[in-house]
């Protein structure tokens, strides 16, 4: 029987929109280094305020891959 090995790291990741988009483009952004992402999981949730407006949010992921 195969069992696959996965490796868990953390991605810190922001966006001007929302904690969504900050959440996809983290995925994305791994995507483009890592091989066979299988999940990913918010973590963590902040923004930052600038002049009383919501200025950025951001998201701690955790990404997890297949080692091969």
């Known amino acids: 029987m195969f069992m696959s090995v996965l ?3 953390e991605v810190l990741s ?3 929109k929302s904690w ?3 959440a ?3 995925v994305v952004e ?3 280094t890592l091989k ?3 999940s990913a999981w ?3 949730q902040s923004l930052t305020v600038k002049d ?3 200025n950025e949010y951001r998201v701690t992921l955790k990404v997890s891959f297949e080692i091969e």
Do not use: F, L, Q, Y
């Open 36 to 38: 066979g992402i299988k």
């Open 14 to 16: 922001c966006s001007n």
């Open 7 to 9: 490796k868990v790291i």
């Open 52 to 54: 009383g407006n919501i």
């Open 24 to 26: 996809k483009n983290g």
């Open 42 to 44: 918010v973590k963590d």
């Open 20 to 22: 969504e988009d900050a």
């Open 30 to 32: 791994a995507n483009k």
